[in-house]
């Protein structure tokens, strides 16, 4: 199963839609972020086929749930990851951007908590 949840609209009319998707293992989703053309076609220039779906490092209960431009053009993404808060950038190209964090991805542990975002 696939779900969509976040929507931005890039400066070129360009439109990126975050959600996740079932990553096969048992329930668990990923992170997964698709860009459309501003006719409506998926964006085969983002990440070689319009779309990009990775995981945060949990493999159950991850999902964007809001997705931010940057001025640079870059893209951050938020979600859950199981009980942390994650944050992961891509590049304008649709790849993760290594330079945040070293991988691309960040986290952040929210003590007593079972869900968070």
Do not use: C, H
């Not at 979600?79 to 790849?95: E, K, M, N, Y």
Request: glycine fraction near 14%; avoid cysteine; proline fraction near 2%.
């Amino acid at each position: 199963m696939t779900s969509g949840s976040a929507v931005a609209i890039q400066s070129d009319g360009k439109i990126l839609v975050g959600g996740y998707k079932n990553n096969g293992v048992s329930t668990g989703e990923d992170f997964v972020v698709a860009r459309y053309t501003a006719t409506g076609s998926l964006d085969k220039t983002f990440s070689g086929d319009g779309w990009i779906s990775f995981t945060m490092g949990n493999t159950t209960d991850e999902r964007v749930t809001a997705i931010a431009i940057q001025t640079d053009g870059k893209i951050v993404v938020v979600g859950p990851s199981g009980d942390r808060f994650a944050v992961a950038r891509l590049t304008i190209a649709g790849v993760l951007d290594t330079t945040f964090s070293g991988d691309g991805k960040a986290y952040a542990s929210v003590p007593g908590t079972s869900s968070v975002l």
